[in-house]
């Protein structure tokens, strides 16, 4: 480790989420690569207007209702899968899985790979530390924050309650076999509040947010190399 390295966390958890929107599937290790990690957010609901499904409405994105009533996983050959709500699972090549997800959403939609428009937000890589983790339910003491609220890919154990991965802005993270460079804050938004899986609908946690590090929790990261991720790896900011 160079002389202006330092080890800043470790590798809790690794998340990813096929579907775009959808829930997750949460791993013991991934490969990443320029775009991310492997199969992340390579598929979305893609409605009538040509704008994929999604927690809020932007350019690219459309919100709409009930996406993360279903969760999106790739099984160990290769091939993705929807859960339902009911605990149905159904591949995402078979063709009534758009219909289902579609009596969910309200409307006619596709299942679509990533073409020439990125399903990703910002970047390929999103970032939160325990740490600000801890720092929100301290302001938030008798709401669920969990992480999953964040969508993170990387959830970075780290001790103390602060906004720790802000003062990495612009810097390198070695995280296992992969470089990062962290590029931004994430803006959150409505996706933060939603209710899902055990988790309650909570408008306050954007709101707080909004007032105390404007709307920002976590960073958004982008890889330099490919390589495996595994949780337990030590999170390096180099010099």
């Known amino acids: 480790m160079g002389a ?13 989420y096929p579907v775009k929107s959808l829930g997750g599937q949460q791993l013991t290790e991934v490969r990443c690569g320029l775009r991310g990690f492997d199969g992340d957010r390579w598929w979305a609901v893609k409605g009538a ?3 994929f499904g999604s927690g809020k409405t932007t350019r690219r994105f459309r919100r709409m209702p009930g996406l993360l009533s279903m969760a999106s996983l790739v099984d160990d050959h290769g091939v993705a899968w929807i859960r339902f709500a009911d605990g149905d699972s159904r591949r995402i090549d078979d063709p009534m899985t758009a219909s289902l997800i579609g009596t ?3 409307e006619d939609v596709a299942l679509v790979e990533e073409g020439a428009t990125s399903h990703f937000d910002d ?3 999103h970032l939160v530390t ?7 339910e301290e302001r938030r003491p008798i709401d669920q924050v969990d992480r999953r609220r964040f969508r993170p890919n990387l959830v970075i154990e780290r001790e103390g309650s602060e906004l720790a ?6 810097r390198r993270l070695q995280v296992g076999g992969v470089t990062v460079k962290v590029e931004k804050r994430t803006e959150r938004c409505v996706m933060t509040t939603l209710a899902q899986d055990d988790l309650d609908f909570i408008p306050g946690i954007l709101s707080d947010l909004q007032r105390a590090n404007q ?3 976590g960073v958004y990261a982008r890889a330099v190399n490919e390589g495996k991720i595994r949780v337990g790896d030590d999170v390096v900011l180099r010099s």
Not at 130 to 136: D, E, F, G, N, V
Request: charged share 25%; glycine share 8%; net charge neutral.
């Open 215 to 217: 709307s920002c929790l």
């Open 4 to 16: 202006m390295s330092r080890i800043v966390g470790r590798v809790a958890e690794l998340w990813c």
């Open 49 to 51: 207007d040509g704008k």
């Open 165 to 170: 991965e802000d003062r990495w802005l612009d």
């Open 130 to 136: 325990t740490a600000s983790l801890r720092w929100l």
């Open 123 to 125: 970047a390929p890589l």
């Open 104 to 106: 969910v959403v309200g």
